[in-house]
């Protein structure tokens, strides 16, 4: 009889997900076309890898799961499962009243429901278009009164509906959040930080260290001799270039779908 050792069995679920990752990683472009354009699939990969590693924390293990769980976190942000923002995930998939895999299935439909709140039920696959084109249209952001009410209504020129939709706490524990990132790497001037909270409103509280922009820790890394606005300057180009840009010229295939097995 043949045995097999528990290392060569490890080797073998190893490999398996190395291969299922690959897989998720050749489907994403038809998916999320206008978010992963440009992406080497070395990114892709990282991008991947980190959405099954956090999905299996919630017991997800699945196909169906960890590729719809990618799937999400290719829009929402690699940590939409914390985001203050996006509550509604984090309380879903926490939720241990049903069986795991069935989890994924309460929060893509909420995700549906977000996403037609937010974008519109005709958005191209789901990617908030007129959302980064009001962002290239924004004015300096507003002085610094003591509370978070100027950065609220900075949030409602660009992306009104996600405003209302996810109300004054969600906005306020986003705001403490991303201004906390933003201050931990180096950014001390209001309206640098107000930049920085921008950008995560539009893709997730903790951009900075999600795979699918590794344009941003460069930018933000970068920073020794330099102002916070010249810090925020380059972060906002390399915004514009890798992400803004891909989606505003983006046309999605004719046969594509929204992301569902």
Same mark, same amino acid.
């Given at each position: !009889?043949?045995?097999?050792?528990?290392?060569?069995? #490890?080797? @073998?679920?190893?490999?398996?997900?190395?291969? +299922?990752?690959?897989?998720?990683? $050749?489907?994403? &472009?038809? /998916?999320?076309?206008?978010?992963?354009?440009?992406?080497?699939?070395?990114?892709? +990969?990282?991008?991947?890898?980190?959405?099954?590693?956090?999905?299996?924390? /919630?017991? =997800?293990?699945?196909?169906?799961?960890?590729?719809?769980?990618?799937?999400?976190?290719?829009? =929402?942000? *690699?940590? @939409?499962?914390?985001?203050?923002?996006?509550?509604?995930?984090?309380?879903? #998939?926490?939720?241990?009243?049903?069986?795991?895999?069935?989890?994924?299935?309460?929060?893509?439909?909420?995700?549906?429901?977000?996403?037609?709140?937010? !974008?519109?039920?005709?958005?191209?696959?789901?990617?908030?278009?007129?959302? @980064?084109?009001? /962002?290239?249209? #924004?004015?300096?952001?507003?002085?610094?009164?003591?509370?978070?009410? &100027?950065? %609220?209504? $900075?949030?409602?020129?660009?992306?009104?509906?996600?405003?209302?939709?996810?109300?004054?706490?969600?906005?306020?524990?986003?705001? #403490?959040?991303?201004?906390?990132?933003?201050?931990?790497?180096?950014?001390?001037?209001?309206? *640098?930080? %107000?930049? /920085?909270?921008?950008?995560?409103?539009? =893709?997730?509280?903790?951009?900075?260290?999600?795979?699918?922009?590794?344009?941003?820790? &460069?930018?933000?890394?970068?920073?020794?001799?330099?102002?916070?606005?010249? %810090?925020?300057?380059?972060?906002?180009?390399?915004?514009?270039?890798?992400?803004?840009?891909?989606?505003?010229?983006?046309?999605?295939?004719?046969?594509?779908?929204?992301?569902?097995?």
């Amino acid at each position: !009889m043949i045995r097999i050792s528990a290392e060569q069995m #490890l080797a @073998f679920q190893d490999k398996a997900m190395q291969t +299922f990752i690959g897989r998720v990683v $050749d489907e994403l &472009p038809g /998916y999320r076309g206008a978010l992963v354009e440009g992406r080497s699939r070395s990114d892709l +990969f990282q991008v991947a890898s980190l959405a099954v590693e956090r999905a299996e924390g /919630y017991g =997800l293990d699945s196909e169906r799961a960890l590729f719809l769980y990618a799937n999400l976190s290719v829009t =929402l942000g *690699a940590y @939409f499962d914390s985001d203050p923002a996006l509550p509604w995930a984090a309380d879903r #998939l926490a939720d241990d009243s049903y069986l795991a895999n069935e989890k994924i299935t309460d929060v893509w439909n909420c995700y549906i429901d977000y996403c037609e709140a937010v !974008m519109g039920p005709d958005e191209e696959a789901y990617v908030p278009r007129r959302a @980064f084109e009001a /962002y290239c249209a #924004l004015p300096p952001p507003m002085p610094d009164d003591g509370t978070i009410q &100027p950065i %609220v209504e $900075d949030f409602r020129l660009f992306w009104p509906e996600k405003v209302d939709l996810i109300g004054e706490e969600a906005l306020r524990l986003h705001v #403490l959040s991303a201004g906390k990132r933003a201050a931990d790497l180096g950014l001390s001037d209001h309206a *640098a930080r %107000v930049r /920085y909270c921008r950008i995560a409103f539009l =893709l997730g509280h903790a951009f900075d260290a999600d795979p699918l922009h590794g344009w941003a820790w &460069p930018a933000l890394g970068g920073t020794s001799g330099q102002s916070d606005s010249e %810090v925020m300057d380059e972060v906002e180009m390399q915004f514009k270039t890798h992400v803004v840009q891909a989606v505003i010229d983006w046309v999605e295939p004719e046969d594509s779908n929204d992301g569902e097995r």
